[in-house]
T-cell receptor
Framework: DSGVTQTPKHLITATGQRVTLRCSPRSGDLSVYWYQQSLDQGLQFLIHYYNGEERAKGNILERFSAQQFPDLHSELNLSSLELGDSALYFC?????????????FGPGTRLTVL | AQKVTQAQTEISVVEKEDVTLDCVYETRDTTYYLFWYKQPPSGELVFLIRRNSFDEQNEISGRYSWNFQKSTSSFNFTITASQVVDSAVYFCALSEASNQAGTALIFGKGTTLSVSS
């Protein structure tokens, strides 16, 4: 158990809908990262927050947004969902804001868009 | 641009065999970090090791060992006396220290290791 929690574990929804994925980092970690894992794209970085502020953006679509709250939990919002958004979404946390620190991953949320 | 290549897509071995998973990386930074993660069939990503670019010492942890060679930009992972529980997808990853965008992990495509009894 990495100490990172993600809810829900599974999510099934329809095209055009909006969903919110939630992540709670390990105690003491200030950084939260979001990654998407799909068969064709592999593991791709979406976005990084450190202590409530956005630090870096990766291949995140405009239909996707995220935020980190004062209690450090984070939410990833996915809207106008398409079939191709079906994937495993991971949240990871680390203690620092730089890439030097290992990231600990949550169990993931499996999103299925029908 | 940074890149991680895991040329071996799938490897199958029999229990007790040694197996080496290859990882080759590309980066223009002089300071960077390399990682290995394990993804068992249950799906979670488990952190195995982090290596700094300025520390080329090899590392051993039980049956696991890692060989870091800057001259060939490689960070290979060896499992000695493999066991069925080692069956998983293994990912090599890179992060750079020089800029904000480098905080993310850049993953290779992964190597699926199947260990049969």
């Amino acid at each position: 158990d990495s100490g990172v929690t993600q809810t829900p574990k599974h999510l099934i929804t329809a095209t055009g809908q909006r969903v919110t994925l939630r992540c709670s980092p390990r105690s003491g970690d200030l950084s939260v990262y979001w990654y998407q894992q799909s068969l064709d794209q592999g593991l791709q970085f979406l976005i990084h927050y450190y202590n409530g502020e956005e630090r870096a953006k990766g291949n995140i679509l405009e239909r996707f947004s995220a935020q980190q709250f004062p209690d450090l939990h984070s939410e990833l919002n996915l809207s106008s969902l398409e079939l191709g958004d079906s994937a495993l979404y991971f949240c990871a946390s680390s203690v620092g804001k730089w890439g030097a620190y290992e990231q600990f991953f949550g169990p993931g949320t499996r999103l299925t868009v029908l | 641009a940074q890149k991680v290549t895991q040329a071996q897509t799938e490897i199958s071995v029999v229990e007790k065999e040694d197996v080496t998973l290859d990882c080759v990386y590309e980066t223009r930074d002089t300071t960077y970090y390399l990682f290995w993660y394990k993804q068992p069939p249950s799906g979670e990503l488990v952190f195995l090791i982090r290596r700094n670019s300025f520390d080329e010492q090899n590392e051993i942890s039980g049956r696991y060992s890692w060989n870091f060679q800057k001259s060939t930009s490689s960070f290979n992972f060896t499992i000695t006396a493999s066991q069925v529980v080692d069956s998983a997808v293994y990912f090599c990853a890179l992060s750079e220290a020089s800029n904000q965008a480098g905080t993310a992990l850049i993953f290779g495509k992964g190597t699926t290791l199947s260990v049969s009894s």
